[in-house]
């Protein structure tokens, strides 16, 4: 049983940056390609970015790129999504993903799913 745990959300002001993480359990984490999403209040699930297996890869939302960044560490099991500049409209449940296979496009879906970290960006 696959298992996502985000980490790193919280309230900062707009300007200034979060650093999320999600850490994968029970399975290996080097096999997934995995990717970060995100769902503002009121509003459907938006893809923000993607990493393959090995990290050689990402695909980025257009209106990520520049102030988003993902990495990861398969020694440490763990995702990471570096934001910076923050904007109020940022303000959303950030949610990991995992899938088998890594796609370089704007993921619809993944097989799995975190249960999400709020992160709310004040103006």
């Known amino acids: 049983q696959v298992q996502l745990v985000e980490s790193g959300g919280g309230l900062v002001q707009a300007g200034g940056s979060l650093r999320l993480s999600c850490a994968m359990s029970?399975?290996?984490?080097?096999?997934?390609?995995m990717a970060w999403f995100r769902r503002a209040p009121g509003k459907p699930r938006e893809f923000v970015v993607a990493?393959?297996?090995?990290?050689?890869?990402?695909y980025y939302a257009s209106s990520m790129k520049g102030r988003f960044t993902i990495s990861r560490d398969n020694a440490k099991n763990t995702v990471y999504l570096q934001m910076n500049s923050l904007k109020p409209d940022d303000t959303a449940d950030y949610y990991c993903a995992a899938s088998h296979r890594y796609y370089s496009g704007t993921w619809s879906t993944a097989e799995y799913w975190g249960q999400g970290t709020q992160v709310t960006v004040s103006s």
């Open positions: 029970g399975r290996t984490f080097s096999t997934y390609a």
């Open positions: 990493i393959s297996e090995t990290g050689d890869r990402t």
